[in-house]
């Protein structure tokens, strides 16, 4: 009874709570509004069923607990008219709550065909993400109008994920040789954390996802310096010296840089290791699969500690140990957050 | 007082003769000590289980923690799930059922005893297959762009930051082996083939036992133990038997083909090859979910066994309780893909698997409403027994309402792969489940000892034991509704997901202790306990009328049942309330019931032990060791050694018969063998 009491405090606590960014009992867009809608009065339902069964053990075992001088039990064998009633009841009560669910199903599956694609690769272990109408190609941080329908089309580039962002819709899974759909939406602008779902390896739990939705003009002034490609930094400059490191270490074998001058672009071939695109690195709130920068950790810091040993941070990461020197990982950061 | 008569030899090797020791034991045929043997073992891999589980709550107490590496993780999760499933709950299930289906139905032994020997030998055998992996074992991440440019591997750091490094040569897919995953290309290794095969072997023994169990219930019966007179156990068991019977076969095809993946290139599941990872889900399902059922109906079946005991009143709905279990195995074909809501099936599959696994709900409501029924108005003595079959009740009534939650498909997409998903699977497999067989382990004790457990010792361990586990498992449904995904090795402090992590840790050090006192218990009260005598819990079915501990005949006159709850009618009479009135020579009858089952007229002739299951058990795990390694010399020997094994046994094991043939005595009450199958069978 007490363990109960205190759960149901907890509980209440939680859900209060602003410091869980992952929490599902803030829904922060139509498409989680509804499940949390479904979810509720079934939770409620269930709380009376529960209780009632509870109650029920709890009179019985104080009522017929066999005491000195009790009599004896009246051997009764069961009642078919109770049969018929706990039959019926709980299959009403699942009709009613069938209702809703299988519409629920239907509204929630299909996108609106007026949606805006963003397209989601699941890769061990982050996401990428490409905005097939705006030519954008970047990583871990999904960046989404506010109100406004997200249509992601999603698929694997190796195993299967699964694309969950908590206060936006429920999960689904990325396939690979296959396309799945999910619907996502934020009313307001604002960071909505994220995490793959789908146990994906060694780095499973070190696969996150962040999407940050910004309103309209916000997010046109997003798009717009996305297109732009990246300045190529000026020979002699300190970010000079980190493209030159970037050039010569092999970031090339797997990461892209579109730069001003086509010449310098490189891309990645298709059948190469893929790692993120680069360009505009610097203007990602977060890396590594949206797991860097850690609480309380500058983004330098963050860079040095993955560029150092990414496996070291992220075991089994497809990043390996390139043996870089201090003074190249100074000035690969340099270069790195200069690319906005 | 003898047990088996002197017999002949007849075959070229001669038989096992040994009563007692160990190779009595390795060539028992005995249903009740091979029913022990599976219990013992089921029992370690339960603390094995348990050890693994409470190295990754060590891990979970604190968020970013590096107590273990992410591969030792990974590796320990898929262990913990595989352990408990496969070689805990499974062959806890198999003991009770070996060990009591026979006595409840009033037999001498199962239908086929070396056949029985057999399916615990390749149990055994799987079982330290499988944990072999610990030693031989290989488990790499794929090697990424190792060998591209020259630069090295990506595991230059090992298995990351962490320590107990090691227990990641274990297989470490996860118990559900997700394919592209668990694959030969993103789980190179031998660790998963282990995995596969292990399951392989262990699913063969589960196979063979179904078979044995079916045959055993439809003709083993006692004179007058009609299908609707058998207790609730053993019906549940035969709805389990059927379940492994038509469920078995799916996963052994969908293990078979990951077999051909991983060893042979087959690429069934390989996406890059046309193969269809979800296709793997589809099958392990169609398998997974009836297990569901095979490891929670013994269990059901042990509750409605011991709560009409203590309540001193008949099952309730009797009837109804059978049908139920046998609703929700036919159900549980139909309900797989509610697993894989969330892996882009139809809206009209997910509507229809959603419906389908809420009318799941109504059977399972008139089991809870009907064991209910059965306590209210009876004269409830609170024993150990009854209070784990009470805590079965409550937690599994909890996992069962968070079960509805999941049939309300959206609502599943956000609870699917979090922690919400663990704490519902505990509950029904662990509250109840486990609750269930601890049930049965202390209501059952005296037929293995003649003794009875320290009800002191009992309660401290329930009560303990029902504290750590909702300290260790309701947390958990907050935790994923926070966004705790399942198989996480790492969580971020900002996901204020710590202070409950903390709470269930400690939940799981108090279910570790209230094991601790029952194995106290179970070590100090079968040296000591009280005894029992014949009818200790003043019980209502016939294997009470068999002396404890049972003899190795188990019924020297097999009863003649005349209806349901035959023991307690022979006992008891109803006055004219209806109310159970004591016949005013019970004492008498107890003693004669004792008196003739302890002394039978003539000897009782036994299935002979033999030493063949054993050999043909022994050959299995070897040939599939040469599976893993068929590319080397070793590996191919192994193959052909292991065939031999077991073909040159199976000829042995044909050319001996069961029992030697016996001449010097002609027994009136030896039974089931000889007896024309109409006069046992019911109508």
Request: charged share 15%.
């Amino acid at each position: 009874m007490l363990l109960g009491v205190a759960l149901v405090l907890g509980a209440c606590g939680f859900i209060g709570n602003e410091d869980a960014p992952l929490t599902t009992f803030e829904p922060a867009g139509p498409f989680a509004e509804r499940i949390d809608g479904l979810f509720w009065p079934v939770f409620w339902i269930a709380t009376v069923v529960f209780a009632l069964v509870m109650g029920a053990i709890f009179v019985a075992v104080v009522l017929y607990r066999d005491k000195d001088g009790a009599k004896e039990a009246r051997q009764l064998h069961g009642s078919p008219k109770l049969e018929i009633l706990w039959t019926v009841i709980p299959a009403l009560i699942l009709a009613g709550i069938a209702v809703p669910t299988t519409a629920a199903v239907f509204e929630l599956s299909e996108c609106d065909p007026e949606a805006m694609e963003i397209e989601v690769i699941g890769h061990q272990w982050w996401f990428e993400y490409h905005y097939p109408d705006a030519g954008i190609e970047t990583a871990n941080v999904m960046v989404i109008p506010a109100g406004t329908e997200i249509c992601a089309k999603m698929t694997s580039d190796d195993v299967l994920h699964n694309f969950w962002i908590p206060a936006l819709n429920g999960k689904r899974y990325l396939v690979p040789g296959q396309e799945t759909e999910l619907r996502l939406q934020a009313d307001q602008p604002g960071e909505y954390w994220g995490h793959c779902a789908e146990f994906c390896g060694l780095s499973h739990s070190l696969m996150r996802a962040r999407v940050v939705a910004l309103d309209s003009a916000d997010y046109q002034a997003w798009v717009t310096a996305q297109q732009a490609p990246t300045l190529l930094p000026a020979e002699g400059t300190p970010e000079y010296e980190g493209y030159q490191v970037y050039l010569n270490k092999q970031c090339t074998l797997c990461h892209t840089v579109r730069f001003d001058d086509d010449s310098a672009s490189n891309i990645v071939p298709a059948d190469a290791f893929n790692g993120p695109d680069l360009t505009h690195f610097a203007d990602r709130s977060t890396f590594a699969g949206a797991t860097l920068p850690e609480e309380g950790e500058s983004r330098t810091a963050a860079l040095k500690r993955w560029l150092e040993n990414p496996p070291e941070v992220k075991p089994g990461s497809f990043m390996p140990d390139l043996a870089l020197t201090e003074a190249e990982i100074d000035s690969l950061i340099i270069w790195l957050e200069s690319n906005t | 007082m003898t047990a088996t008569a002197e017999r002949p030899q007849t075959t070229i090797f001669s038989r096992p003769k040994s009563t007692t020791g160990f190779w009595s034991w390795v060539t028992t045929v005995d249903h009740k000590k091979i029913g022990i043997m599976y219990g013992y073992a089921a029992f370690a891999f339960f603390v094995l289980g348990g050890v693994e589980a409470l190295l990754l709550r060590i891990q979970l107490t604190q968020a970013n923690s590096e107590f273990l590496t992410a591969g030792a993780y990974n590796a320990l999760f898929t262990m913990h799930g595989t352990t408990m499933i496969f070689l805990f709950v499974m062959p806890v299930g198999a003991a009770f059922m070996n060990y009591l289906l026979p006595l409840l139905i009033g037999a001498r032994d199962v239908a086929f005893p070396r056949l029985n020997a057999l399916s615990w030998w390749i149990f055994f055998f799987g079982g330290i297959f499988l944990y072999s992996t610990f030693i031989f074992g290989t488990s790499v991440p794929p090697v990424g762009v190792d060998g591209l440019g020259g630069i090295d591997g990506n595991l230059a750091a090992g298995g990351g930051p962490g320590s107990f490094n090691f227990l990641a040569s274990s297989p470490d897919g996860g118990w559900f082996g997700y394919q592209p995953n668990a694959g030969p290309l993103y789980s190179p290794g031998t660790a998963m083939d282990y995995w596969a095969l292990g399951l392989q072997i262990l699913g063969l023994a589960s196979l063979i036992s179904s078979i044995n169990f079916i045959v055993t219930v439809f003709n083993m019966r006692a004179k007058g133990m009609r299908l609707l007179r058998m207790p609730v156990f053993a019906w549940m068991s035969t709805v389990v038997a059927f379940l492994l019977l038509f469920s078995l076969p799916i996963i052994a095809i969908a293990l078979f083909m990951v077999t051909a993946d991983r060893q042979f290139g087959a690429l069934f599941f390989a996406p890059t090859g046309g193969g269809d990872p979800i296709l793997w889900q589809h099958l392990f399902w169609l398998f997974g979910h009836p297990e569901v059922y095979i490891l929670i109906l013994p269990a059901m079946g042990i509750v409605s066994e011991v709560l009409p005991v203590f309540s001193r009143k008949p099952l309730f709905g009797y009837s109804a309780v059978v049908f139920a279990g046998a609703a929700i195995a036919f159900l549980g074909f139909g309900v797989w893909a509610h697993h894989m809501f969330a892996s882009g099936i139809t809206p009209v599959a997910q509507a229809a698997f959603g419906l389908a696994t809420m009318t799941i709900a109504i059977p399972t409501g008139i089991k809870i409403f009907n064991w209910l029924g059965t306590m209210w108005m009876g004269r409830i003595r609170l024993t150990t027994p009854l209070l784990f079959a009470i805590g079965f009740v409550a937690m599994f009534t909890i996992g069962g309402l968070s079960g509805v939650t999941h049939s309300i498909v959206p609502s599943d997409w956000q609870q699917t792969d979090t922690y919400y998903i663990v704490a519902h699977f505990h509950y029904v497999l662990f509250g109840g489940a486990v609750f269930g067989i601890f049930a049965g382990l202390y209501y059952w004790f005296p037929k293995l000892t003649g003794r009875v457990m320290s009800e002191k010792l009992g309660k401290t361990q329930f009560w303990l034991m029902i504290i750590g586990f909702n300290l260790t498992f309701a947390p958990m449904h907050w935790l994923g509704l926070q966004g705790m995904v399942r198989r996480t090795w790492k969580y971020a402090p900002e996901t204020g997901l710590e202070p409950w992590n903390v709470a269930v840790t400690i939940g799981a050090f108090i279910i570790a202790l209230a094991i601790a006192v029952f194995m106290f218990n179970w070590y100090t009260s079968k040296r000591r306990g009280r005894l029992s005598g014949l009818d200790p819990w003043d019980a209502r079915t016939v294997e009470w009328m068999s002396p404890n501990p049972t003899p190795e005949y188990n019924f020297a006159v097999p009863p003649v049942v005349e209806r349901l709850d035959h023991f307690w009618h022979l006992k008891y009479d109803e006055d004219e309330e209806g109310r159970a009135a004591a016949k005013p020579d019970m004492d008498q009858i107890l003693s004669d019931i004792e008196e003739e089952q302890l002394n039978p007229r003539a000897p009782i002739h036994l299935p002979n032990p033999s030493y063949f299951p054993f050999f043909v058990a022994l050959g299995i795990p070897v040939i599939f060791y040469g599976i893993i390694y068929h590319t080397t010399m070793w590996g191919k020997a192994l193959i052909v050694l292991g065939v031999l094994i077991t073909l040159s046994s199976l000829i042995g094991w044909s050319t001996e018969p069961l029992e030697e043939p016996h001449s010097e005595h002609a027994d009136p009450d030896e039974g089931y063998a000889h007896e024309p199958a109409e006069e046992v069978m019911p109508s």
